[in-house]
Structures are given as C-alpha cells and as structure tokens.
C-alpha cells in the first residue's frame, strides 16, 4: 500500500496548490481596478498594450502554478538530484491558457462552469506531471498519453482565445511561437528517450506563427482560427517523433501528418 501511494503527490500539498491558483483566478472577479493602457509612440509607429488587473492576475497564477509545481515535485521519492524543469513547463502554461477564456466570460453560470473544468483540469495535470517522474509507475502511460492530449487542447484554447479577445498581430505571433515551442518540446520530450528537441520545437514554433500571422486577417471564427493552427502543431509534432524516434523513412512519416492538417483544415471549413 506504501508503495502505490509513493507514486501520487501529497494531498495537502496538492490541496493547497489548487486552491492557491483558483483563488487567484477569483480574485479578478472580485476585485475592480482601472485599465491601463501602455503606450509607445515613435516616428510611423504607435503601439499601445491595454493592461488590466486580469493580466497580472494571470500571470501570478502562472507564478504560482509553477513554484507549486516545483514544491509538489520536490517531494516525489524518484526525483533525487534530478531537474524537474520539464515538469514545471506544462502547469505553468495551463494557468497561463485557462485565464484568458475565464477573463473573457461573463460573470454568470457559464463563468462558474468554466471555473470548475479549470480546476479539474489543473488537478489532472498537476497529477499527471507527478506521475511522470517515475517512468515505472503502473499510471505512466495513461498519464503520458493525457499530458500530450491535454497539451494540444490547451494551444487549441489559447488559439481560440487569443482571436476571441482581438489581439493584434505584434502580440499573437509571439504568444503562438512560445506556447507551440514549449507544448511541442514537453510532448517530444515524453516520447521515453529522455531527449530536448530543441531544434525541432524552434521549427514548429516558428510554422505555427507564421501560419497565425497568414490567417490573422482572414474572416475566420475563433475556433476555425484554433483548429487551422492547432493541426499543424499535431502533424509536426507527430513527423518529428515519427523520423527522429521510430526511424520511419521521410515517405512514409508524411502521410500521417498530410492527413491530420486535411482533416483539420476541412474540418475548420465546415465549421463556418
């Protein structure tokens, strides 16, 4: 029995993480504060950032989910004098992606709802991120298998978020090319080689940008915006594991991802 526990994280010590990050998340619901714009102004350039007590409240969520995680981590009896950075990465970016959509909703039933499947989704990846430690874990393939579906939902989210929120060009390009990066590079880094791609992850980061940058001004929806980018993401993630780890020859690992970004495409068309 001592040895099945060993492989979950303390409860109270996920207690409290979970309700450190939710609290922060209501905090923007409770407390009112004037927007401030931050502006620049040069010679045939103007650029303006509206910063509002959302943003840094999300961005203290995503403080705290990741030195959390690090003190969730630090306890797993596997750990030793490893570094436990790459489990650090997915939890911050996920309370990073649930506080926009929770910004944006209205206040209501619906924020409620959204509230809720934030925190089940925090606990699952806190959880999964623990359970990875140890590749030996009866739970690790489940949890593995959860990681890489849960990271791609989450850029579709972000996606989705960002054209629901408007934001221009000089802010999405960026945003898209570090959360594809970082998504790609924990997924790659999951494929059991123990291996950072980093090559691989600068690339699909800099497609899934520029594919943004192309469709920025395209009479898309949201999630047509979400699923034209969040296909590519998959298919290169898959080409990458597909040539560097199962040596697959360059013919045959592109069929799959041809046919992921068909069907995501078409599937974003039918949405209209």
Known sequence: MQEKRSYLPDADRMGVLIASVLLTYALTRIVQSPR???TVALPGFYFAFPLTLGTMMTLLAAALAAS?????????????????????????????????????????????????????????????????IDPSAPSYPFARSGLTALSYALFLILATALRLSGARMFLLVPVLFIAAALISLRILHLDGTDRWDFPWAAGIGIVCAQIGAGLHYWPLTAIQFGLAITGPLYALTVLSTSITTENIPLRRAVVSPIIIIALAWVSAIFLN
């Open 68 to 132: 959390g995680m690090d003190w969730l981590t630090r306890s797993h009896p596997s750990l030793g004098k490893k570094s436990n950075v790459e489990h650090l990465l997915l939890p911050t970016l996920t309370t990073f992606v649930l506080g926009g959509p929770l910004a944006l909703l209205p206040n209501g039933s619906v924020w409620w709802a959204a509230f809720a499947f934030s925190a089940f989704v925090l606990v699952c990846v806190f959880l999964a991120e623990y359970i990875t």
């Open 36 to 38: 401030l714009t931050l």
